[in-house]
């Protein structure tokens, strides 16, 4: 003592000693490196198979899940240095896996090596996904329509489909389901989980085939004193397209870009351009689909008119050349308007958001 000698601080003996004066028996006595639970709970939907991990559903790989269950078992010491960890496991049954976790590291001065095992031990619970899609749930109703019109079948097809393209482009969510969907008077019906599905599904459409979107919101109840409501989106696809030549106000455009209010309409004549609402263009009348023009090769030019082989009947013949020729085309773009084929300008332009390829 008096030539200041550490002691242990339980037994008195010499070093060596822990960061708290014990000596290696003391220390030994009263810690571990590593604590672990006998058994682990996880849960998984009988139905679909999630797991809920972290307070949410989701899909978890099954080494993912040990894992998980396994951090949330395993305690080290506060001090534990150069720790590790090595497992591996065995299925006991369906639902029981059996972890073997050695574990091995310092604190302080000493080396630990410890082994554990650990039962994951799988239950059932239903997820809220397929609670509510059971019972039927559903927040927001998607109504697809045309205005003016009834929609062709492939057009139903396009639309329905962009829906699973986006679904398959975005974060996967327990609430993007659909809860049923079938086709009504003049377009389809699709209601589904998600109020925020509904709508970004609605600015994909617009974003692609123009139109306008209507919402109606409707209470259904309460939950702890809060409104539920529904919403309703009214999705109103153009009776036109992207490229589509259009006759308004006795002269003929064609359909360039979409803006918010309505489409950007070019002139088929001349360099110009306007904007129309969707009002002004309820009776436009489509003379020629972007889906029914050709590109057809130039055979013969002069100045002004350039000959090619008609589509319809193989003969030669010859068609005025669009206002924005330049003398080096080597394709046309033609549109049958009313009785004969008619050269169209380009209609791309980057500025204008999207139009059609080949356009
Ligand atoms: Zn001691
Ligand atoms: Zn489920």
Not at 53 to 62: D, K, T, V
Not at 88 to 94: G, N, Q, R, V
Not at 341 to 353: F, H, Q, S, T
Request: hydrophobic fraction near 35%; include cysteine.
């Amino acid at each position: 003592m008096s030539r200041g000698e550490a002691f242990c601080v339980a037994c008195g003996a010499g070093p060596p000693h822990s960061g708290d004066r014990l000596c290696e028996g003391c220390f030994r006595e009263r810690n571990t490196l590593s604590e672990c639970d006998e058994t682990s709970q996880a849960y998984r939907c009988p139905k679909c198979g999630m797991n809920f991990e972290s307070g949410r559903w989701g899909y978890l790989e099954s080494e993912d899940l040990l894992q998980r269950r396994l951090d949330d078992s395993l305690r080290i010491h506060d001090r534990g240095d150069a720790v590790g960890i090595a497992t591996h496991h065995e299925t006991i049954d369906e639902r029981n896996i059996r972890i073997h976790v050695q574990v091995d590291g310092q604190i302080d001065a000493f080396h630990f090596e410890e082994q554990h095992e650990v039962i994951v031990r799988t239950s059932n619970m239903i997820c809220t996904t397929c609670t509510r899609k059971d019972g039927n749930y559903y927040e927001a109703t998607m109504q697809i329509r045309s205005a003016g019109r009834k929609l062709e079948e492939n057009e139903l097809e396009e639309l329905r489909g962009s829906l699973d393209t986006l679904l398959a482009s975005m974060e996967p969510d327990p609430m993007f389901f659909i809860t049923k969907e079938g086709p009504v008077v003049g377009g389809w019906d699709v209601t589904m989980g998600s109020k925020s599905l509904a709508r970004t599904w609605a600015r994909h459409m617009i974003q692609r085939w123009g139109g306008q979107t209507k919402e109606t919101h409707s209470v259904i109840g309460q939950k702890d004193g809060i409104e539920v409501t529904r919403l309703t989106v009214l999705y109103r696809r153009p009776g036109y397209d992207l490229g589509d030549v259009l006759r308004w106000r006795k002269r003929l455009w064609i359909v360039g870009a979409w803006l918010k209010d309505g489409p950007i309409l070019l002139a088929l004549n001349r360099h110009e351009k306007t904007g129309a609402s969707w009002r002004d263009l309820e009776k436009a009348v489509v003379m020629s689909r972007f889906i029914e023009q050709v590109e057809v090769d130039i055979l013969n030019r002069d100045a002004s008119a350039a000959e090619f082989m008609n589509p319809q009947d193989y003969k030669m013949q010859t068609v005025r050349l669009p206002y924005d020729d330049d003398g080096t085309r080597l394709r046309l773009r033609l549109g049958w308007i009313t009785d004969e084929w008619v050269a169209l300008p380009r209609v791309r332009n980057p500025d204008e958001g999207h139009v059609p390829r080949g356009g």
